[in-house]
T-cell receptor, first 111, second 117 residues
Framework: DAKTTQPTSMDCAEGRAANLPCNHS???????VYWYRQIHSQGPQYIIH???NNETNEMASLIITEDRKSSTLILPHATLRDTAVYYC????????????FGAGTRLTVKP | GAVVSQHPSRVICKSGTSVKIECRSL??????MFWYRQFPKQSLMLMAT?????????EQGVEKDKFLINHASLTLSTLTVTSAHPEDSSFYIC?????????????FGPGTRLTVL
């Protein structure tokens, strides 16, 4: 049973903002939203996480709706190196909980 | 961010041999480490959860006698694929958990590509 729903693929023009949506309508109150990405033949790279407030770091911004049923990862100025599979994961806060990966969104940044 | 390393990055072995993969957390202590595998064009699938000093917990369908996991310290976990066969060829990825910023985050290694001939 998938906890998140993401589009299979998206394209974005280089230099433009990439907005990747994620639906998590069954999210529980103690679950965080995590975003990772995986560039071909590499391990997943942590991007950002949040509980209910919007978050921003040097890589991206995370916008979580007020009802927490969906979120959007924003890469403000996409580059060719941002081409990857992006995974949205919901998970309780605990050091013992693993990350369960769905199919993710394959983002292709085009020149 | 926290750094996790894996060794080797790729390995080719003959059918029937055993292969050991090391996973190290370089700048944090990982009380829990996880092992995943990824087949071509598929997502990561959790194999097992490993807590330092205790036996690993395996996911359904993963043979514990075939995939031996040792988590002897807070910075090192090893996965040994015993009597490897071609169907074990895959991309093996480990991760460790680090508590930071009010919520723990998993950091992943670069992966080990295993090819069994």
């Amino acid at each position: 049973d998938a906890k998140t729903t993401q589009p299979t693929s998206m394209d974005c023009a280089e230099g433009r903002a990439a907005n990747l949506p994620c639906n998590h309508s069954t999210i529980s109150g103690n679950e965080y939203v995590y975003w990772y990405r995986q560039i071909h033949s590499q391990g997943p790279q942590y991007i950002i996480h949040g509980l209910k407030n919007n978050e921003t770091n040097e890589m991206a911004s995370l916008i979580i709706t007020e009802d927490r049923k969906s979120s959007t990862l924003i890469l403000p100025h996409a580059t060719l190196r941002d081409t990857a599979v992006y995974y949205c994961i919901v998970r309780p806060y605990s050091t013992h909980n693993d990350m369960r990966f769905g199919a993710g969104t394959r983002l292709t940044v085009k020149p | 961010g926290a750094v996790v390393s894996q060794h080797p990055s790729r390995v080719i072995c003959k059918s029937g041999t055993s292969v050991k993969i090391e996973c190290r957390s370089l700048d944090f202590q990982a009380t829990t480490m996880f092992w995943y595998r990824q087949f071509p064009k598929q997502s990561l699938m959790l194999m097992a959860t490993s807590n330092e000093g205790s036996k690993a917990t395996y996911e359904q369908g993963v043979e514990k006698d075939k995939f031996l996991i040792n988590h002897a310290s807070l910075t090192l976990s090893t996965l040994t694929v015993t009597s490897a066969h071609p169907e074990d060829s895959s991309f093996y990825i480990c991760s460790g958990t680090s508590a930071s910023g009010g919520a723990d985050t998993q950091y992943f290694g670069p992966g080990t590509r295993l090819t069994v001939l």
